[in-house]
């Protein structure tokens, strides 16, 4: 292609995406599966990652499956003094299930909307339905409730969240989820015009990694994003994002509170990955859909009572996002036929 003199060609220039948020609503699904599961060990500090109880007898094990479904709708309501655009943000249609085994037994957990049900070993001991366990579902509903509080946030042209203002439960649950996670989606755009194959970070300190709170500043976890060439796309205003995002740590320290205390944590290993494909409708400017998965594991070691306790624990959750089309939109005319270069589906 050619230029005038001292200009890259547009191929070389690459493309600057920005997000747009309008008058009418976009509505998104969003599907979280959570798996996670522990072992605890006494004696020996040492620890076997193949065989967790190979250094000490076994005293706990935990695993726990959650399967949650809500969505959200966002609806541009300007632009501020500042130039940012305000977007009211409107979470709706909750449903949670949980399936978790502790030393206590066997708890089922459903929940749609507010109605909570609970079984412990098959007995129901919690349905608000019908006025079972009211003050242990009062507890158990604070993060649904959490989950679904509306306000408005005032967002950039990349989509990173810049303020949030409402009721003060959402201003201080948004502001905290701000110091580590990325935009309203865990993603954000570039801030530069790219080409196909480059890359853009985003770095979020990693805190916190199950009960146990990482000492300072945290562990700085590298997202990489990288603009892929969808060769099985029809549709070229539909650009594709892979992600992906590893973490080695050794030797961190940390703490544990619980009931007003707090007992010192060696965190020997923690592990962090990430990977997944995100869909962007240039022209539209708006976010289409992301499926990503991420999981990780930790070997923790602490005292208890003058005896070492070691630990390990693993997560995993996978992430799915859907832009839902407004009545009368073909839901196919927006998205790449295929799986994407360098994508894979959950």
């Known amino acids: 292609m050619e230029s005038r003199a001292g200009e890259k060609p547009a191929a070389a220039r690459g493309s600057t995406f920005t997000f747009a948020f309008g008058k009418e609503p976009l509505v998104y699904s969003i599907h979280v599966k959570l798996e996670s599961k522990g072992y605890a060990s006494s004696g020996s500090s040492s620890y076997s990652y193949g065989s967790p109880y190979a250094n000490g007898a076994q005293t706990a094990v935990t695993k726990s499956t959650g399967d949650l479904r809500y969505k959200i709708r966002l ?83 990349i989509g990173e969240i810049k303020n949030v203002h409402g009721d003060l439960p959402f201003v201080d649950l948004r502001q905290e989820q701000m110091k580590t996670e990325i935009g309203l989606f865990g993603f954000v755009l570039p801030s530069h015009a790219i080409t196909n194959g480059e890359t853009w970070e985003v770095v979020t300190p990693i805190k916190k990694f199950g009960t146990a709170r990482i000492d300072g500043p945290g562990v700085n976890y590298t997202n990489i994003f990288t603009l892929a060439e969808d060769a099985s796309s029809d549709n070229a205003n539909v650009a594709t994002v892979t992600y992906s995002a590893p973490l080695y740590a050794r030797n961190l320290s940390g703490y544990v509170e619980e009931r007003g205390q707090s007992t010192h944590e060696d965190l020997s290993e923690l592990e962090q990955h990430g990977f997944g494909t995100v869909h962007f409708d240039k022209k539209r400017h708006v976010f289409l859909d992301e499926q990503l998965t991420k999981s990780g594991s930790a070997v923790t070691t602490m005292l208890i009572d003058g005896r070492a306790m070691t630990s390990h624990a693993e997560n995993r959750s996978e992430i799915e996002i859907k832009l839902i089309p407004a009545s009368g939109e073909d839901p196919d005319s927006e998205k790449p036929r295929g799986n994407s270069a360098g994508g894979k589906t959950l």
């Open 75 to 157: 609806t541009g309501t300007g632009m501020t003094k500042d130039g940012l655009m305000a977007v009211k943000y409107e979470p709706f249609d909750y449903e949670a299930e949980a399936d978790t085994t502790l030393a206590a037994g066997h708890f089922v957990t459903t929940m749609h909307d507010m109605s909570l049900k609970t079984t412990q070993n098959g007995i129901v001991i919690i349905d608000t339905d019908k006025g079972i366990g009211m003050g242990q579902a009062k507890n158990m509903k604070i993060d649904a409730i959490l989950l679904l509080l509306s306000g408005e946030m005032d967002l950039n042209s």
